[in-house]
Antibody, heavy 120, light 108 residues
Framework: QPQLQESGSGLVRPSQTLSLTCAVS??????????WSWIRQAPGKGLEWIGY???????YYTPSLRSRLTISADKSKNLLSLKLTSATAADTAIYYC????????????WGQGTLVTVSS | EIVLTQSPGTLSLAPGERATLSCRSS???????LAWYQQRPGQSPRLLIY???NRATGIPDRFSGSGSGTDFTLTISRLEPEDFAFYYC?????????FGPGTMVDFK
């Protein structure tokens, strides 16, 4: 059974870079057939889709974050990463990574999420 | 960007009752790429339905999805206590893969 585990900087100062990783186990991110997504949820709010990463290296970012966002992977470590520059309080959220089967593009396996707070 | 609207915002029902949740899209969703997720308090979302009407692995058959084009429905035939939660629809036919704002199903 695949598992995803997010981790990263829990507290980020405004204007600094928010950095997260997602450790994937039980499936190789290089195996094909899947892309990998990041989603976030501000406290008490709904889900916001951030972007995805294909094993080929192709990425897509939601337009509102595109200028600040980088999603990448270290295939040798089976790790996904997310970097969001120039963080503001509006970036405070629980960040989730999820697996996306290419057959249907639904988010079928989720991590437990990690809370990032942007505050001075 | 495709905007999804969910209604009602809150659905107050009793265990054993039928729940009908609506998801409407601002544009036709390509390839019937519409999914539903359940999120209980303090938990990660869980995939319920993909491709409009396909139940994900391990999802009970009291959950069903239907619809096409711009109008979609999630139906829970008989609510169990563990079904009282938030429900989100998501379209994956056009990037960005947007979510709806959610419907909360709570106890009447």
């Amino acid at each position: 059974q695949p598992q995803l585990q997010e981790s990263g900087s829990g507290l980020v100062r405004p204007s600094q870079t928010l950095s997260l990783t997602c450790a994937v186990s039980g499936v190789s991110i290089s195996s094909g057939g899947y892309s990998w997504s990041w989603i976030r949820q501000a406290p008490g709010k709904g889900l916001e889709w951030i972007g995805y990463f294909y094993e080929s290296g192709y990425t897509y970012y939601t337009p509102s974050l595109r200028s600040r966002l980088t999603i990448s992977a270290d295939k040798s470590k089976n790790l996904l990463s997310l970097k969001l520059t120039s963080a503001t309080a509006a970036d405070t959220a629980i960040y989730y990574c999820a697996r996306v089967p290419r057959r249907d593009f639904a988010l079928d396996v989720w991590g437990q999420g990690t809370l990032v707070t942007v505050s001075s | 960007e495709i905007v999804l609207t969910q209604s009602p915002g809150t659905l107050s029902l009793a265990p054993g009752e039928r729940a009908t949740l609506s998801c409407r899209s601002s544009q036709t969703i390509n390839n019937n790429c519409l999914a539903w997720y359940q999120q209980r308090p303090g938990q990660s979302p869980r995939l319920l339905i993909y491709g409009v009407s396909n139940r994900a692995t391990g999802i009970p058959d009291r959950f069903s999805g239907s619809g096409s084009g711009t109008d979609f429905t999630l139906t829970i035939s008989r609510l169990e206590p563990e079904d009282f939660a938030f429900y989100y629809c998501q379209q994956c036919g056009t990037s960005p893969h947007t979510f709806g704002p959610g419907t909360m199903v709570d106890f009447k």
